[in-house]
Nanobody, 115 residues
Framework: QVQLVESGGGLVQPGGSLRLSCAASGSIFRLNAMGWYRQAPGKERELVARIFSGGSPSYADSVEGRFTISRDYAKNAAYLQMNSLRTEDTAIYYC?????????WGQGTQVTVST
């Protein structure tokens, strides 16, 4: 089993920045991918960014050039640096980790972009 805990959400003004963190524990050696999804009110959950072990990160078109995903294997963590935030980035952000058998989810962290 893998446990994921997100942190770093909050309220920020448009144009601001936030950095989300995802701490992994348990059988983390099995994870070959980590990433972030988000879900806005009334919308489906969508992929924001992901990174595979030994691979390059990939991003949703809507965040390309503004968000950066990274993974720290020594700290068993993943991060999402979010810059130039827009009101449409408001959502609950979920960290996920995947291995060959399962997908694991964190509890989510709220990001609100508003004046």
């Amino acid at each position: 089993q893998v446990q994921l805990v997100e942190s770093g959400g909050g309220l920020v003004q448009p144009g601001g920045s936030l950095r989300l963190s995802c701490a992994a524990s348990g059988s983390i050696f099995r994870l070959n991918a980590m990433g972030w999804y988000r879900q806005a009110p009334g919308k489906e959950r969508e992929l924001v960014a992901r990174i595979f072990s030994g691979g390059s990160p990939s991003y949703a078109d809507s965040v390309e050039g503004r968000f950066t995903i990274s993974r720290d294997y020594a700290k068993n963590a993943a991060y999402l640096q979010m810059n130039s935030l827009r009101t449409e980035d408001t959502a609950i952000y979920y960290c996920y980790g995947g291995d060959t058998c399962s997908v694991y989810w964190g509890q989510g962290t709220q990001v609100t972009v508003s004046t």
